[in-house]
């Protein structure tokens, strides 16, 4: 069964960081293109950041720019999405999501799809 497992969202501070982990099960993420993707309360999913299957190429929201970065452990068959000096704004559930294919794209053309990891930004 194919699955990707999202973890590491929580309660932060405005500024601080936190690093979001995208697992995948049953099968190997080398061939994938991976997004992440947001949605807010009451908004649409946006797309956050995406890394092509080789790790050579990434796209950043203008929103997010400077402050995530996306990464692959193709080893670990695990993505990252580093988020650092986190905004009130940045408060949203996040999704990892995989394509077969070999770049990525921020709009949500993706195959699989994890349950999601909730991040929230208060003080």
């Known amino acids: 069964q194919l699955q990707l497992v999202e973890s590491g969202g929580g309660l932060v501070q405005p500024g601080g960081s936190l690093r979001l982990s995208c697992a995948a099960s049953?099968?190997?993420?080398?061939?994938?293109?991976i997004g992440w993707f947001r949605q807010a309360p009451g908004k649409g999913r946006e797309g956050v950041s995406c890394?092509?299957?080789?790790?050579?190429?990434?796209h950043y929201a203008d929103s997010v720019k400077g402050r995530f970065t996306i990464s692959r452990d193709n080893a670990k068959n695990t993505v990252y999405l580093q988020m650092n000096s986190l905004k009130h704004e940045d408060t949203a559930v996040y999704y990892c999501?995989?394509?077969?294919?070999?770049?990525?794209?921020?709009?949500?053309?993706?195959?699989?799809w994890g349950q999601g990891t909730q991040v929230t930004v208060s003080s």
């Open positions: 999501a995989a394509v077969l294919f070999r770049l990525c794209v921020l709009s949500p053309l993706y195959d699989y």
């Open positions: 049953g099968f190997t993420l080398d061939d994938y293109a």
């Open positions: 890394i092509s299957a080789s790790g050579g190429s990434t």
